[in-house]
């Protein structure tokens, strides 16, 4: 079975630009939730998703943003890039919201120069 | 909010030695993960714990809930080249609001195993 895929795996901007980000979850799981890791780091939560809406938010700015669609992928959005946007996002799926136990895809490297 | 403090940061051992490591929390949780990360990949679930006071084991890997459910630990016995990598604790509580869904990971624990 296909495990949780991210796309792209790597991706360059400049400061000011736009970036999405794409996930794709564990078929028959309803729930995606991206994180931010920063070098050195543990994974920051950014958002949660369920059934096609937001249920979690992480303290991040609203220059970033999600959505899910009816198949259960999900986008990440970050609008006007900062260099500290430079990160490893990570996007996560489960069977159902809040409890149920997230199992990771293998990231998109994002540098922002 | 809530912390989980992670330790030992690093750790350096010889092949086939045990190793243990923990996260403590600030906060109780309602489930605890560890995760393995390997440089450029995405964390892999290794053990999941879901009650307070829980054993749980995985091949050569060990991990306790905590009876007060602001800690837990992991151990592996037996180590081996391949278990080298970052081992991250994650605790996840029934908060609903914003932290609904929310995973609150340690800071890591990267472990070098000399064969």
């Known amino acids: 079975d296909a495990g949780v895929t991210q796309s792209p795996t790597h991706l360059i901007k400049t400061r000011g630009q736009h970036v999405t980000l794409r996930c794709s979850p564990i078929?028959?799981?309803?729930?995606v939730s991206w994180y931010q890791q920063v070098l050195g780091q543990g994974p920051q939560f950014i958002f949660q998703?369920?059934?096609?809406?937001?249920?979690g938010r992480g303290n991040f700015p609203d220059r970033f943003s999600a959505r899910q669609f009816p198949n259960y992928s999900s986008e990440l959005n970050v609008n006007a890039l900062l260099l500290g946007d430079s990160a490893l996002y990570l996007c996560?799926?489960?069977?159902?919201?809040?409890?149920?136990?997230?199992?990771f895809g293998p990231g998109t490297r994002l540098l922002v120069l | 909010g809530q912390q989980l403090n992670q330790s030992p940061q690093s750790m350096f051992i010889q092949e086939g030695e045990d190793v243990s490591m923990n996260c403590t929390s600030s906060?109780?949780?309602?489930?605890w993960l560890w995760y393995k990360q390997d440089p450029g990949e995405g964390p892999v679930l290794l053990i999941a714990?879901?009650?307070?006071?829980e054993l749980t084991s995985n091949g050569r890997l060990t991990a306790q809930f905590g009876i007060t459910r602001k800690d837990s630990f992991l151990n592996i016995s037996a180590s081996i080249p391949s278990d080298v990598g970052i081992y991250f604790c994650?605790?996840?509580?029934?908060?609903?609001?914003?932290?609904?869904?929310?995973?609150?990971f340690g800071q890591g624990t990267i472990l070098t195993v000399h064969p």
């Open positions: 996560a799926s489960s069977l159902a919201a809040n409890t149920e136990t997230q199992y």
């Open positions: 078929s028959g799981h309803k729930s």
């Open positions: 998703y369920y059934e096609k809406e937001e249920r």
């Open positions: 906060s109780i949780f309602n489930t």
């Open positions: 714990l879901y009650k307070a006071g």
């Open positions: 994650a605790g996840q509580s029934n908060a609903g609001g914003t932290s609904y869904g929310k995973l609150t």
